[in-house]
């Protein structure tokens, strides 16, 4: 039988892995969330807008989701270190872009 190495440098690199994967497909789709909502579903502008937009936002949730769990994953992670700590700067990043494009969804319904 064979034994796998999970020492601290292959957890480490686990660790970059989970921060440098996760951070953009949990934040770039994120922001791409409120103006696709926006200009594409809302108030489309261009040709086919809402059914660009029926596939773009999934696939956005869709990569946010999969960099959401990549960083969270990243950020419990023991021993704790610098990627621990930028994960989780990653999440708290993440949580103010979803208070806004909350905040704006719900002040675009009620100008609805």
């Given at each position: 039988m064979t034994r796998s190495f999970n020492g601290p440098i292959?957890?480490?690199k686990e660790r970059e892995r989970a921060f440098l994967i996760g951070a953009p497909l949990a934040i770039v789709p994120a922001l791409g969330f409120l103006?696709?909502?926006?200009?594409?579903?809302?108030?489309?502008?261009i040709a086919h807008g809402r059914a660009i937009g029926f596939v773009v936002v999934p696939a956005c949730a869709v990569l946010s989701s999969?960099?959401?769990w990549k960083l969270a994953l990243g950020?419990?992670?023991?021993?704790?270190?610098?990627?621990?700590?930028?994960?989780?700067g990653?999440?708290?990043?993440?949580?103010?872009?979803?208070?806004?494009?909350?905040?704006?969804?719900?002040?675009?319904?009620?100008?609805?």
């Open positions: 292959s957890r480490s103006p696709a909502i926006t200009f594409l579903i809302v108030f489309p502008r999969v960099g959401l950020a419990v992670q023991k021993p704790w270190g610098i990627f621990n700590a930028l994960s989780f990653a999440l708290v990043v993440l949580l103010v872009i979803a208070g806004y494009t909350g905040l704006f969804l719900a002040l675009m319904t009620l100008k609805l």
